[in-house]
């Protein structure tokens, strides 16, 4: 069992941690990285589609946090502090590769994908019981990149609108907007999927 | 209410409540309600994702290799270990052995270069077995080996023999210790240590006598 499992074992607290890892202490960092690594992780890797990158950006979202664990003064969840660092790190990254981070358009005027697809004919079945975790991680993945970012801070990570335009630079409206737009574009890959599955 | 006209108000629908006019439309339609109801259930179930995977072991190793390559990971200032009284008995028995082999040693040297070895240097029988025996110097009873390994020693001078048997005294003194430390903790690494040097040193004292009985 490594020593930060039995830090967790003796119910090591988070602040206790932190202050431990303050002195230095390997495994108290250990414990911290153990305890918030699944939830960056999965950011990233939400955000990017890619496992290599996602793991690249965990480790250097954690090393930013823990250059900067001296100055952590408690006024704020840790986890926060996490969250939003493990956030700037990934739209660092997509803005150097030229990725867009925030949806081109800002309007939706005349924007098809605003539209609900009607095909004529076709049954209006419902979404119960086709969505799982791992066909919403594929649909996820199938997104276009400005969506996949606006859809991720939201709808999983629990970010508001506000908080959006002010991490990713756009406007509230726009956040709105493209997040609706990144919902219905799920719907159809998720019905696809669907019917692909009925076919075979 | 239309089709059309819904969807253009369906965000402010999914983020709140439906207004009556969207209600109305709502149950009316199938159509925007399996949409309402499709969307409601991808935002709802978004939340799997949040802590759905875990990275590869090699990010915490390769994490933690650069913490230490930038001092953020800070090897602990040394504690001095206060060490049970039986422990820190080993602990200065330990140099302190040293000494006594290096009397014995000049002992012998002297012994040799003034007194050869000859018939003069024998013990009578009964002084032999007071010097080997229990109540002269030991503060225990000798095992079998140490009790041939001294009785090898019986021409040696006495100062001499008794010299061995009290260092021999503190040798195996120090092994009980020792193992009766491990007996109340079998884990204790640094009293293993200390059994098997002590052993080895009592190896030496056989050796040294050995030497010197072969001269």
């Not at chain 1, 090591?12 to 990285?33: C, N």
């Not at chain 1, 990934?90 to 939706?108: A, F, N, S, Y």
């Not at chain 2, 991808?42 to 875990?54: G, H, K, M, N, V």
């Not at chain 2, 009873?141 to 041939?148: N, Y």
């Amino acid at each position: 069992m490594t020593d930060a499992r039995k830090l967790q074992g003796d119910k090591l607290t988070e602040v206790e941690a932190i202050e431990r890892a303050k002195q230095g202490d390997a495994e108290a960092f250990e414990f911290l990285y153990d305890l918030h690594k699944r939830r960056v992780y999965s950011l990233c890797l939400r955000m990017t589609g890619n496992t290599a990158s996602a793991e690249d950006l965990t480790q250097e979202a954690f090393l930013q946090l823990f250059r900067k664990i001296g100055t952590f003064r408690g006024e704020s969840a840790f986890s926060t502090w996490l969250h939003r660092m493990s956030v700037n790190v990934v739209l660092m990254q997509l803005r150097k590769k030229g990725l867009p981070v925030v949806p081109i358009d800002e309007t939706t005027e005349g924007d098809e994908e605003g539209t609900v697809k009607k095909e004529p004919g076709a049954p209006d079945e419902r979404l119960t019981g086709s969505i799982d975790r791992l066909r919403l991680q594929r649909a996820v993945d199938e997104l276009p990149p400005g969506y996949r970012t606006i859809f991720v801070l939201h709808d999983v990570e629990g970010y508001e609108h506000n908080e959006i335009a002010g991490i990713v630079g756009c406007s509230i409206g726009n956040s709105k907007s493209q997040l609706h737009k990144a919902r219905l574009k799920l719907r159809e890959l998720l019905r696809a999927n669907r019917a692909e599955k009925a076919k075979k | 209410m239309n089709c059309v006209e819904f969807e253009r108000d369906l965000p402010e629908c999914i983020e709140g409540t439906p207004t009556p006019e969207q209600q109305a439309h709502l149950n009316s339609c199938v159509s925007c309600s399996g949409l309402l109801f499709d969307l409601n259930t991808i935002r709802s179930q978004a939340t799997l994702l949040q802590e759905a995977d875990e990275p590869s072991a090699a990010v915490w190793n390769a994490l933690e290799a650069r913490l230490r390559s930038e001092g953020l990971i800070r090897a602990p200032e040394p504690v001095p270990i206060a060490f049970p009284a039986k422990v820190s008995l080993l602990r200065r028995w330990r140099t302190a052995w040293l000494v006594p082999v290096a009397a014995a040693l000049a002992i012998v040297a002297g012994l040799k270069l003034h007194h050869p070895a000859g018939a003069g240097d024998t013990v009578p029988i009964a002084k032999q077995q007071q010097l080997l025996s229990p109540g002269v110097t030991a503060k225990a009873p000798v095992s079998r080996e140490d009790q041939q390994w001294l009785s090898t020693m019986a021409s040696r001078p006495p100062a001499q023999v008794a010299r061995y048997r009290a260092d021999l005294d503190e040798a195996n003194s120090f092994i009980r210790d020792a193992e009766q430390s491990l007996k109340d903790d079998p884990n204790d690494v640094y009293t293993q240590q200390m059994l098997i040097d002590a052993y080895q040193q009592k190896q030496m004292l056989y050796e040294l006598a050995v030497d010197r009985s072969g001269q």
